[in-house]
């Protein structure tokens, strides 16, 4: 075989589009056809002074030392097929994907990361298209053959490949470029989280697993932890995608123990809001009714008494298909079962001849890519493979134990690991004979890499179990307490990543994240609990996200809301378990407090219905019935939930708090009990009741100096002048008090306040103003990432078009409106004292046909926000 070369190197990937099509069609003569395409693409590689690296079936990979003869030989390719006489078979179409990146050789054929990238590329090609990568690009844009130049395709997230790619299509003259989008992640609606390492082997079992979800609409992969169910679920979801009209949606059920929450995870992984005083679940099913999605929903055995809601679904939605990854069957009805075997492994007695054919084993190609990432001095000789191979197969072919092996080759030979291995696994694997063998032997590996930590190492990992769906920094520093075990934080998180028993992820604009796979972190917090640190750690744990949930709340209502109301989300499964520890251990005070103060995220990210039961079950705690602050605060964040999904019952709450709050004395939180009791109270119409309330809430404020709060009750005293149509006092107030936000670069309030301004500006006839001021209030929201603002911004829109008799957009701006406000979580109407009150599309619709309405409200409900903004600032343009 030619010598390979190395360093900086252009790979090419082609593969026939359709091939088992062709062959089904052609019969006999396929053999041929496939040699003739073959000679093809061989003399093209030949020509442009390529290397054939391997075929597989119908596929060719080759390798240039430059990238200009690359690109000349996909050109020369695509070009001597599309010439070729076929017949009488159809034309042969080959896709086709070049990258240019580091060629590193192991054993026989090369390794890393850009390999598998322009493997991806290839496959996101269409038969007779050629795709490039950024890189390839950037070296041979000014040096094309003649006849070819370059589309830019725009980014891309391929399939198995951590960072998004900008993608090229070469077009070549006198050929087809007229291709549909590429073949990525970004070609379907989905959500699939992107994978950190390379996928591996299983080409049997992925053919297998969509045989079978063809033929069921319930497909559930079992088997161990670590066995690789999860990634094989993800790869086989990515591979359909192009299958699945609507996408496909991943459910992580990992950081969730309570079946109950289950039909909330769903919604919030589809994007489905929770309506005010409807089960979340019945509009799930309403989404899901009409379209065509894989769902994928990981980790389901610590759930499995939810097996009956994928069963509601799948009768809800006939063209559903999902696909379970769990550790016990569901037993539901239609269901398939697919027990995921592990990765083939050589036996050591009886080794492939060869080098490369060691080396295409899926479990030696596992470790060794493993390895590769750990060390990228390891190489894959002569020497080694039977020692990689028998390690592999004492491990029982389970990826996670091959993965955790891997890494140590940072530090030790194979032949040391190996030597290692046999004596843990000796002992461990003669541990508890309940557990199934595969699963003694990953514990027994976990186990292993667990031992080689030092001392202080294995104490870090142990606390780091007590974190549900990952943590950032600087909870490892407030929970772990890193200075007791002495040791540097970053240091020991570093230490783990690198031995792969914790995983380390950057979000876009986000500070990093770690978590740890489920299977070692049960096993982590049974180190935790023998060590007798469970109790401490998790006391810890509580306090530390029982804290940052007050912390969140002054943030939470502020201009810096959408940045808080991310990091709640990213750290609910904590928040949850904290809230869950503080019940259980009868921590009244501290559960109150976490979980009044976040109502609002609660409200403003659809989790109703799971806000309203944790303030529920704090409020009725044995612990919690003294009128404490704690438990004020927890009545007025069930006040909060209630007015957006249960407006009567929020009276009796903000009675309650109001009660405490004059017990207790503290004029500042009497003063913000007052001026919600003040809302509720006008809501049911006793205007003369909420004024005095409002009044006595004013004075307070301006008594501890809170400029902020007395401006906010400002703003409510406009009620009795808007009941009375005195529109120009109505103004000249609200603009006192915006001027009053802007001084104090209140950005959030100041857009509540231009809300109403706006619609008082257009009871004026000021419509000018009124527009200007209505798309201020939009874009302050769109900052603020507030749904319920931006609900209210449209909704002021839709007041102002249907006032200039233009209907049809009144209805649109409604019904952009509405979109939000069920994004928001729904409530109820959002005026009161002649403050945005009415239905602008009802008054509207009484201008226009059935179907012009229809079609109209349609179009604002399915518009995205910036479609939405650009339409508003169009109309209200249109409008001058």
């Known amino acids: 075989m030619t010598d390979l070369p190395t360093g900086t190197v252009t790979f090419l990937f082609t593969d026939i589009q359709g091939s088992t099509g062709l062959l089904q069609t052609l019969g006999d003569r396929y053999a041929a056809v496939l040699d003739e395409h073959a000679a093809i693409i061989r003399r093209a590689v030949a020509d442009g002074g390529g290397v054939e690296v391997s075929t597989h079936g119908d596929a060719f990979f080759a390798v240039f030392r430059g990238p200009a003869g690359a690109v000349g030989a996909a050109v020369a390719a695509q070009r001597g097929l599309a010439a070729h006489d076929w017949s009488p078979g159809p034309p042969v179409k080959v896709r086709m994907g070049l990258h240019t990146g580091e060629g590193t050789l192991g054993g026989d054929d090369y390794a890393g990361i850009d390999v598998h990238r322009a493997a991806r590329i290839g496959d996101a090609a269409h038969g007779g298209q050629v795709i490039l990568s950024d890189a390839t690009r950037g ?17 891309h997230r391929l399939r198995g490949i951590d960072d998004p790619e900008r ?37 049997e079992e992925i ?5 079978l979800l063809g033929q069921s609409r319930l497909l559930t992969l079992t088997g161990p932890g670590g066995s690789g169910k999860s990634r094989l679920a993800l790869r086989v979801a990515a591979a359909l995608l192009p299958q699945f009209r609507d996408g496909s949606c991943f459910v992580d059920l990992s950081p969730v123990t309570d079946p109950a929450l289950v039909p909330a995870v769903v919604a919030n992984a589809l994007g489905v809001p929770e309506a005010a005083g409807r089960p979340i679940l019945d509009g799930v099913k309403d989404h899901l009714r009409h379209r065509e999605l894989l769902q994928v929903v990981d980790n389901f055995e610590q759930v499995a008494e939810a097996g009956p809601v994928i069963e509601e679904l799948l009768t809800a939605a006939p063209k559903l298909r999902t696909m379970v990854t769990s550790r016990v069957v569901l037993s539901l009805r239609g269901e398939q079962e697919y027990a995921v075997p592990p990765l083939h492994v050589p036996d050591p007695g009886r080794l492939p001849t060869g080098l490369s054919a060691l080396g295409e084993v899926e479990a030696v190609r596992l470790f060794t890519e493993r390895a590769q990432a750990a060390n990228s001095r390891f190489v894959l000789t002569e020497q080694n493979a039977p020692v990689v191979a028998e390690i592999t197969a004492r491990l029982d072919g389970l990826p996670l134990a091959i993965e955790l092996a891997a890494t140590r080759t940072k530090v030790l030979t194979p032949e040391q690991i190996l030597s290692r291995l046999k004596r843990s696994l000796s002992i461990l694997t003669s541990g508890p004979r309940s557990l199934p063998e595969r699963q003694r032997t990953l514990r027994a590996a976990i186990a292993w890499s667990y031992d080689l930590l030092d001392p202080v190492e294995r104490r870090l990992f142990a606390r780091l179990s007590v974190f549900s769906g990952g943590w950032r920094f600087e909870s490892t520093e407030a929970v772990c307490d890193p200075d007791e075990l002495d040791l540097d934080a970053l240091d020991g998180l570093t230490s783990l990543v690198d031995k792969s028993l914790i995983r380390r992820t950057e979000p876009p604009g986000r500070p990093s994240r770690f978590s740890m796979l489920e299977t070692i972190r049960e096993f982590g917090l049974e180190q935790l609990e023998a060590a007798g640190d469970l109790e401490l750690v998790l006391r810890r744990h509580a306090e530390h996200f029982l804290g940052l949930a007050v912390d969140a709340e002054p943030h939470l209502g502020g201009a810096d809301q959408g940045e808080w109301l991310d990091r709640c989300e990213q750290e609910h499964a904590n928040i949850r378990a904290a809230l869950r520890w503080a019940i259980d251990q009868g921590e009244a005070g501290p559960a109150q407090a976490a979980a009044g103060a976040l109502w609002r995220f609660w409200q403003q990210r659809g989790h109703l219905a799971e806000g309203r039961g944790w303030l529920e079950e704090t409020l009725a705690m044995p612990s919690g019935q003294a009128p404490t602050a ?19 019952a929020a009276r009796a709450f903000y009675d309650e708090a109001l009660a405490i709050e004059r017990q207790l004395g503290d004029p500042a939180r009497l003063a913000e009990a007052l001026y919600n009791q003040a809302f509720a109270v006008a809501a049911e119409h006793d205007l003369e009741a909420a004024a005095r309330l409002l009044d006595e809430s004013l004075e307070l404020f301006r008594q501890v100096g809170d400029e902020p709060g007395a401006a906010r009750v400002l703003v409510m ?33 100041l857009a509540f306040g231009l809300i109403w301004l706006a619609f008082a500006y257009g009871r004026t006839g000021r419509r000018d103003d009124a527009r200007a001021t209505a798309l201020e209030a939009l874009e302050l929201f769109r900052e603020a990432d507030n749904a319920t603002g931006i609900a209210l911004a449209f909704l002021d829109l839709a007041f102002l078009l ?11 701006m409604a019904g952009v409106s509405e979109h939000h406000r069920d994004l928001a979580g729904g409530g109820p109407a959002p005026g009161f004292g002649g403050m945005l009150e009415g239905d602008p599309a009802a008054e509207a619709r009484a201008h226009l046909t059935d179907d012009a309405a229809h079609r109209a409200w349609q179009e604002g409900l ?12 169009d109309e209200s343009a249109g409008g001058s």
């Open 139 to 155: 070296l041979v844009e000014h040096a094309l053959p003649a006849g070819a130049s370059l589309r830019d395709l725009g980014v």
């Open 167 to 203: 993608l090229h299509e070469l077009v070549i003259e006198g050929l087809a470029s007229d291709f549909p989008a590429p073949r990525t992640l970004d070609a379907r609606p989905n959500n699939l989280p992107l994978q950190l390492t390379s996928f591996v082997g299983r080409e």
């Open 207 to 211: 053919a297998e697993v969509e045989r």
């Open 630 to 648: 704690a438990r004020a605060k927890a009545l007025t964040g069930a006040g909060g939930i209630a007015w957006w999904s249960d407006q009567g």
């Open 717 to 749: 005293q406009v009620v009795p002048d808007a009941m009375a149509g005195a529109w120009d006092r109505v103004v000249a107030r609200i603009e006192e008090v915006a001027a009053i936000w802007r001084r104090l670069d209140d950005r959030l309030n």
């Open 802 to 812: 249907t006032w200039e008799g233009r209907h049809e957009d009144a209805i649109r």
């Open 862 to 873: 399915t518009m995205t926000l910036p479609q939405a903004i650009a339409r508003a600032r």
